[in-house]
């Protein structure tokens, strides 16, 4: 759910290692998930979405898994890079139209 | 190809001082739009969305407004602005059926002195 007032986790990883940036989620109506990438100074960047009826997704280095029973989404970002560097969000809705709710974010920091 | 437009994407304003920041969609139809704020290292806040023109939905009370005149035009406002209400300002658009990612502009960067 959404967390606004708090400070963002930091999760600092080596380059090359595999990254796994966790988020639960509240609403157990919740259907659809989505992850973005926030670099400083901009507007949040789709990376991948997931719709309940999956548990897992692909794309171009990055995985996101869905367990629904424990109400928890993770992305996982294959042999991070420097430009991997960033806060990444969750966020989640559920059907009808309404607005996605993200989840308080990560800072991820990729050590050369 | 679809793209969001924000501007301006720095202000600087006085306390006291009215706001209008604007945001405008392009290469789709009847989107659903948003505008959020965003404090230095913190989480996204949903402000106000959108399905329609003319179709405003208020999530926090607060002394800023928004208005939707035309289909792809989103408009945030204040009479009077605050010092709590510096940050960073986010426009996005979504399509407008279920199960629709959300896609953001540049920004704002607003500081109120």
């Known amino acids: 759910g959404e967390s606004v007032g708090l400070h963002l986790p930091t999760l600092s990883v080596q380059e090359g290692d595999n990254s796994i940036i966790n988020c639960a989620y509240s609403?157990?109506?919740?259907?659809?998930f989505i992850w973005y990438k926030q670099e400083s100074g901009k507007g949040p960047q789709f990376i991948i979405d997931?719709?309940?009826?999956?548990d897992k997704r692909q794309g171009q280095r990055v995985t996101v898994l869905l367990n629904k029973t424990v109400k928890h989404l993770s992305l996982q970002i294959a042999a991070t890079q420097p430009g991997d560097s960033a806060v990444y969000f969750c966020?989640?809705?559920?059907?009808?139209?309404?607005?996605?709710?993200f989840g308080k974010g990560t800072r991820l920091s990729v050590i050369a | 190809s679809q793209t969001i437009h924000q501007w301006p994407a720095t202000l600087v304003q006085p306390v006291g001082s009215p706001l209008s920041l604007e945001c405008t969609v392009e290469g789709t139809s009847n989107p659903n739009l948003y505008w959020y704020r965003q404090a230095a290292g913190r989480g996204l806040q949903l402000l106000f969305y959108?399905?329609?023109?003319?179709?405003i939905s208020s999530e926090v009370p607060q002394n800023l407004s928004a208005s939707r005149p035309q289909d792809r035009q989103f408009i945030l406002s204040s009479k009077k602005l605050l010092l709590s209400d510096s940050g960073f300002y986010l426009c996005?658009?979504?399509?407008?059926?279920?199960?629709?990612?959300?896609?953001f502009g540049d920004g704002t960067r607003l500081s109120i002195l």
């Open positions: 609403n157990s109506a919740s259907d659809y």
């Open positions: 966020a989640e809705t559920y059907s009808g139209n309404t607005p996605l709710v």
């Open positions: 996005a658009w979504s399509g407008g059926t279920d199960n629709q990612p959300q896609h």
């Open positions: 959108s399905v329609g023109i003319g179709q």
């Open positions: 997931i719709r309940s009826n999956m």
